[in-house]
């Protein structure tokens, strides 16, 4: 595959790049984007981008234009199926460019470069130090294709393996000899990891299974149920302020509007937690949940994050212990097993923090991303709003297409462990990519295609096995009362042309920071 290398040095990189995203988002409204790669005249056709500030990626009809912004030089690699059409995108990008970059008098030379790995020279080390990359977060799906040609399970280092496949995945989730990896000394590591390292998500058995026993006997289906009501009430009322930001006819941000604001109020609901608090916790979450990138040093401000939370649930456990309420926080406290165990303060602290950031941070990008994916498929958005499509087999698929969780680890416990034909080594960690194994070419037909009419669609987004996610029904539920009441109250929703989508730049919680949208409202919304 051809590919090609422009570096341009200017102190506006960062601008540069946003204004290439966003032609491209008005040319998609405009309806100029070609999206059926019928080359009808000799130009190259931007079809869609996703950008962050300093990094993007802008699909052509014709290939693909990678961007990166430093504090010096806009770096763009464009590659294509072969020499002509990757002669046609250097010449598009360059009018472009050179057209919005006039002032700076922008002049752009392409040259030749080494192929990207992810195209079928690149080893799992190659493939995962991509996938760290900005470039690689924000499409990793080229890259899980890569990992695919290498097979399901493929060797890093020694004791480091890579598993993308389907079947391959699952075995590793529900197979008791994997494990998460075996905290070190208690009081090792910083503030944010020692705090999940507390909870249910990373522990083992047999403390595993008892703090699985006592939650799952407060968060319970017919609790969950329970809260359809209260669900569509918080809908409903964030779909008001969102008509009325909205009536300025300028754009207005998804994310911001319901994407967040709906997962957050549910689970603070549901915990107990006053809903005057919810702002907080949003910066609090994003950065604890840097602790969950893979060999992502916890930062400083995940550590402070961890402090922040847990100085807030201390005095609230206190309150609860003292006067119990109808809440889960009251009902955690007074849980107790058949043993007669109960959590210890710290895990009821850490499963408490957990239960909060792992029920809105996973299910915003639920929302966003699906939601992104209607703005860009006007003809699947009128057969779910003509409910051709049932809801549920929507969220099922943008589950499989675009989880909110892209990667868990685990670790081999056990000798003489195989999984589809490779050995892998006591003590040996894995990292397994559910993104990729929802997209395996040998479970799923086709797979980087869109398409909810598909059969058993049976996801690994919400993990397998003893560990699987607690919150699936609640995050399900609030995805099936939002999607159709957004379409019926808003029949002309649409991308904002202004402003382009901006992805977080994270690989395992995979959504967007903004998605600005633009809608006409109509009244008779109940
Ligand atoms: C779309 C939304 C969600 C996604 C994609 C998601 C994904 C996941 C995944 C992949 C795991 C397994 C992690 C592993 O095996 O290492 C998990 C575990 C968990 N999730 Fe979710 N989750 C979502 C929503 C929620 C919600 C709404 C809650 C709670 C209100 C929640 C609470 C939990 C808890 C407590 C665990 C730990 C279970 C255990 O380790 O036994 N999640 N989730």
């Given at each position: 595959?051809?590919?090609?290398e422009?570096?341009?040095?200017t102190g506006?990189?960062s601008r540069?790049?946003?204004q290439?995203c966003?032609?491209?988002?008005?040319?998609?409204f405009l309806?100029?984007?070609?999206?059926?790669g019928?080359?009808a005249t000799?130009?190259?056709?931007p079809?869609r981008?996703?950008?962050?500030d300093?990094?993007?990626v802008?699909?052509f009809?014709?290939g693909r234009?990678t961007?990166r912004?430093?504090n010096e030089?806009l770096?763009?690699?464009?590659?294509?199926d072969?020499?002509q059409?990757?002669?046609?995108?250097?010449?598009a990008?360059a009018?472009?460019?050179?057209?919005?970059?006039r002032?700076?008098?922008?002049?752009?030379t392409?040259r030749?470069a080494p192929?990207q790995?992810g195209?079928?020279?690149g080893g799992?080390?190659a493939?995962?130090e991509?996938l760290m990359?900005?470039a690689?977060?924000?499409?990793?799906?080229?890259?899980?294709?890569?990992a695919?040609?290498?097979?399901?399970v493929?060797?890093?280092?020694?004791g480091?393996?890579l598993?993308?496949?389907?079947a391959a995945?699952?075995q590793v989730l529900?197979?008791?000899?994997?494990?998460?990896?075996?905290p070190?000394?208690?009081n090792s590591?910083?503030?944010a990891l020692?705090?999940?390292?507390?909870s249910i998500?990373r522990?083992?058995?047999?403390?595993?299974?008892?703090m699985?026993?006592?939650?799952s006997k407060?968060?319970?289906p017919?609790r969950?149920?329970?809260l359809r009501?209260?669900?569509?009430a918080a809908?409903?009322?964030?779909?008001d302020?969102?008509?009325?930001?909205?009536v300025?006819?300028?754009?207005v941000?998804?994310?911001?509007?319901v994407?967040?604001?709906?997962?957050?109020?549910v689970?603070?609901?549901?915990?107990g937690?006053?809903?005057?608090?919810r702002?907080r916790?949003?910066?609090?979450a994003?950065?604890l949940?840097?602790a969950?990138e893979?060999?992502?040093?916890?930062?400083?401000a995940a550590d402070?994050?961890?402090?922040?939370?847990a100085d807030y649930?201390?005095p609230?456990i206190?309150?609860r212990?003292?006067?119990?309420?109808d809440d889960?926080?009251?009902?955690?406290v007074?849980?107790?097993?058949?043993n007669?165990g109960r959590l210890?303060d710290?895990?009821?602290l850490a499963?408490l923090i957990?239960l909060?950031v792992?029920?809105?941070e996973?299910?915003t990008n639920l929302l966003?991303?699906?939601l992104?994916?209607?703005?860009d498929?006007p003809?699947l958005?009128?057969?779910?709003?003509a409910?051709?499509i049932p809801?549920?087999?929507f969220i099922?698929?943008?589950?499989r297409?675009?989880?909110?969780?892209?990667?868990?680890?685990?670790?081999?416990?056990a000798d003489?462990?195989t999984v589809?034909?490779?050995?892998?080594?006591e003590?040996?960690?894995?990292?397994?990519?559910?993104?990729?194994?929802?997209?395996?070419?040998?479970r799923?037909?086709?797979?980087?295609?869109?398409?909810?009419?598909?059969?058993d669609?049976?996801?690994?987004s919400?993990?397998?096995g003893?560990?699987?996610?607690i919150?699936?029904n609640?995050?399900?539920?609030?995805?099936a009362?939002a999607?159709?009441?957004?379409?019926t109250?808003?029949p002309?929703?649409s991308?904002s042309?202004a402003r382009?989508?901006?992805r977080?730049d994270?690989?395992?919680?995979?959504?967007?920071q903004?998605l600005p949208i633009?809608?006409?409202?109509v009244?008779d919304?109940r």
């Amino acid at each position: 595959m051809p590919v090609a290398e422009a570096r341009i040095r200017t102190g506006r990189a960062s601008r540069y790049l946003t204004q290439l995203c966003g032609h491209t988002a008005r040319m998609n409204f405009l309806g100029h984007a070609n999206r059926h790669g019928e080359h009808a005249t000799a130009t190259a056709m931007p079809q869609r981008a996703e950008c962050s500030d300093t990094d993007g990626v802008i699909d052509f009809d014709r290939g693909r234009l990678t961007l990166r912004a430093t504090n010096e030089e806009l770096i763009l690699v464009a590659e294509a199926d072969d020499q002509q059409d990757l002669r046609l995108m250097q010449d598009a990008i360059a009018t472009r460019l050179q057209r919005i970059g006039r002032r700076d008098r922008l002049s752009l030379t392409w040259r030749p470069a080494p192929a990207q790995p992810g195209h079928g020279d690149g080893g799992a080390a190659a493939i995962l130090e991509r996938l760290m990359t900005p470039a690689g977060r924000a499409q990793p799906f080229p890259l899980y294709a890569a990992a695919h040609k290498q097979g399901p399970v493929s060797a890093v280092t020694d004791g480091l393996y890579l598993v993308s496949g389907y079947a391959a995945v699952n075995q590793v989730l529900r197979e008791p000899g994997f494990g998460l990896a075996e905290p070190g000394s208690p009081n090792s590591g910083n503030d944010a990891l020692r705090l999940m390292k507390q909870s249910i998500l990373r522990a083992n058995p047999p403390d595993h299974g008892r703090m699985r026993s006592l939650i799952s006997k407060v968060f319970t289906p017919r609790r969950v149920a329970e809260l359809r009501p209260a669900i569509e009430a918080a809908v409903d009322d964030l779909l008001d302020q969102l008509a009325e930001a909205a009536v300025a006819g300028g754009p207005v941000d998804f994310m911001d509007h319901v994407a967040y604001p709906l997962p957050v109020t549910v689970i603070c609901e549901l915990l107990g937690v006053p809903p005057a608090d919810r702002w907080r916790f949003r910066p609090l979450a994003a950065d604890l949940t840097e602790a969950l990138e893979p060999f992502g040093d916890a930062s400083a401000a995940a550590d402070a994050a961890a402090r922040e939370l847990a100085d807030y649930f201390t005095p609230l456990i206190s309150e609860r212990r003292a006067a119990p309420g109808d809440d889960l926080v009251s009902a955690l406290v007074a849980a107790r097993d058949a043993n007669d165990g109960r959590l210890s303060d710290e895990e009821l602290l850490a499963n408490l923090i957990l239960l909060l950031v792992a029920g809105f941070e996973t299910t915003t990008n639920l929302l966003g991303n699906g939601l992104a994916i209607l703005l860009d498929r006007p003809d699947l958005t009128a057969a779910l709003r003509a409910q051709q499509i049932p809801v549920a087999a929507f969220i099922e698929e943008v589950l499989r297409y675009d989880s909110p969780v892209q990667a868990v680890t685990r670790q081999a416990h056990a000798d003489g462990l195989t999984v589809e034909g490779v050995a892998i080594p006591e003590g040996a960690d894995l990292i397994l990519l559910i993104g990729a194994a929802n997209r395996d070419p040998a479970r799923y037909d086709d797979p980087d295609r869109f398409d909810p009419t598909r059969t058993d669609i049976r996801p690994l987004s919400f993990g397998a096995g003893p560990h699987i996610c607690i919150g699936n029904n609640l995050a399900r539920l609030e995805a099936a009362v939002a999607f159709p009441k957004l379409l019926t109250r808003f029949p002309n929703l649409s991308a904002s042309p202004a402003r382009p989508p901006l992805r977080r730049d994270r690989l395992v919680l995979r959504g967007f920071q903004t998605l600005p949208i633009q809608m006409t409202p109509v009244d008779d919304r109940r």
